[in-house]
T-cell receptor, first 113, second 114 residues
Framework: KNQVEQSPQSLIILEGKNCTLQCNYTVSPFSNLRWYKQDTGRGPVSLTIMTFSENTKSNGRYTATLDADTKQSSLHITASQLSDSASYICVVSVNTGGFKTIFGAGTRLFVKA | ETGVTQSPTHLIKTRGQQVTLRCSSQSGHNTVSWYQQALGQGPQFIFQYYREEENGRGNFPPRFSGLQFPNYSSELNVNALELDDSALYLC?????????????FGPGTRLTVL
């Protein structure tokens, strides 16, 4: 079982609609949680980063939430655009004397006109 | 553009061969991490280098090794290539090893093992 689980695996929405992507994690001790956007064939680009004490972070039309007690995070995309079509990856970092990063498998979002 | 560059962009090798991938960090970043991303999957952490020393490793065999140079650029070496090593290899640099600062990813090297 992956230590960072994302859902749904893929999602199709119409342009202009909102959507919410989910991330559940089991890793500890938690250092930070990040959401990345990855276009096909390119490297991931950071959207938000949250530490243990933060429970929400916004970046334009992207809003991430974090519940460190339940170990859940979500990424909400408002007023979707065609260019939002990409994979969205949840990443959890732990620091146990050595740095370790664990990526989720991603949610593939398709925005249709 | 993130300022992180990788070379080559694409590479084709055969089983048993060795490969070296290169990464140039963003200016001022002393930490670099390498990831393997299979098609349709999220990146898997290979290892991280901080000030030329390995500072964390994922579940990869010893035939995956790395180097970080004084200018903080980095190499990923893979020996005895296997078909399953075919993937996109990403490097990411960050300004500090243990801060929550964002990692900046390069565009990746697409390795195909035949």
């Amino acid at each position: 079982k992956n230590q960072v689980e994302q859902s749904p695996q893929s999602l199709i929405i119409l342009e202009g609609k909102n959507c919410t992507l989910q991330c559940n994690y089991t890793v500890s001790p938690f250092s930070n949680l990040r959401w990345y956007k990855q276009d096909t064939g390119r490297g991931p680009v950071s959207l938000t980063i949250m530490t243990f004490s933060e429970n929400t972070k916004s970046n334009g039309r992207y809003t991430a939430t974090l519940d460190a007690d339940t170990k859940q995070s979500s990424l909400h995309i408002t007023a979707s655009q065609l260019s939002d079509s990409a994979s969205y990856i949840c990443v959890v970092s732990v620091n146990t004397g050595g740095f370790k990063t664990i990526f989720g498998a991603g949610t593939r979002l398709f925005v249709k006109a | 553009e993130t300022g992180v560059t990788q070379s080559p962009t694409h590479l084709i090798k055969t089983r048993g061969q060795q490969v070296t991938l290169r990464c140039s960090s963003q200016s001022g970043h002393n930490t670099v991490s390498w990831y393997q991303q299979a098609l349709g999957q999220g990146p898997q952490f290979i290892f991280q280098y901080y000030r030329e020393e390995e500072n964390g490793r994922g579940n990869f065999p010893p035939r995956f090794s790395g180097l970080q140079f004084p200018n903080y650029s980095s190499e990923l070496n893979v020996n005895a290539l296997e078909l399953d090593d075919s993937a996109l290899y990403l490097c990411a640099s960050s300004p500090r090893v243990s801060s929550p600062d964002t990692q900046y990813f390069g565009p990746g090297t697409r390795l195909t093992v035949l």
